[in-house]
């Protein structure tokens, strides 16, 4: 089946200063997919990720976001792309209803901060002040700040870092959730198994090039054909198995 390319980046190159980041990339993202940047730390992927969304200039190289050339209309890709923000961006003292209300306002959108809320499972926490959160509630709602503009394609860098491993499940529902109505995902994590469950297809980074794209099983069976063989014994559950099993599934923050 020919896919449709959202997102196409080609010989993108950033340097800072004399510092090579990014060697001369390029990738493709289909429509609808939830696509994963993986890489050790310094591999790119948040220079990566900010130059498509046109929050960093890049070096050379060209970049198309649904058709949009960002050299020449960098404010039509914004207005179609949803961007979780870093903590620090969030006002103190406004409760989530008002920072959606605030950012529904920046982006000349009307929303329903409920509806909104309800997506992301933060109803009951609408009053609430996004310093009182917990790490798996911030998260959820710096994705739920990403889907205001109705966005084609959000942007999510390691939004599961830090979080314990229910609120990580719960995330990842919240993603595939997205995904099923049609928004397209670039992701960025540490977590293979994530990567795993969660990516159509990754590419793998490293010092700024990309070393391996296609899907986690064509990976893993290219590598495995390679003659690759795990350590013996291999058990059939891990540690973290262990965790779900006996502390289940359900969010404990709330
Ligand atoms: P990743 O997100 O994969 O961890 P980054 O894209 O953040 O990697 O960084 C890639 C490399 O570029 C790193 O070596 C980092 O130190 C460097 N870098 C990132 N931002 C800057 C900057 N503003 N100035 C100089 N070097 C930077
Ligand atoms: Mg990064």
Known sequence: MQQEVIISVKDLVKNYGDFN?????????????????????????????EIIETLRDKTSGQIIVDGINLDKAPNEIKKIIGVQLQSSGYYPGLNLTELIYFFAGLYNEKVNAMELLDIVNLRDKAKAKYKELSGGQKQRFSIATTLINKPKIIFLDEPTTGL?????????????????????????THYMDEAEILCDRVAIIDS???????????????????????????????????????????????
């Open 164 to 188: 314990d491993p229910q609120a990580r499940r719960n995330l990842w529902e919240l993603i595939i959730k997205i995904r099923s109505e049609g928004t397209t995902v670039i992701i960025t």
């Open 21 to 49: 980041a990014v060697k001369g990339i390029s990738f493709d993202v289909y429509k609808g997919e939830i696509f994963g940047l993986l890489g050790p730390n310094g591999a790119g992927k948040s220079t990566t990720l």
């Open 208 to 254: 700024g090039n990309i070393i391996a794209l296609a899907t986690p099983d064509k990976l893993i069976d290219e590598l495995v054909a390679s003659g690759f063989e795990k350590p013996k014994e291999v058990k059939q559950a891990n540690l973290e198995d262990v965790f779900i099993h006996l502390t289940g599934k359900n969010l404990r923050e709330e």
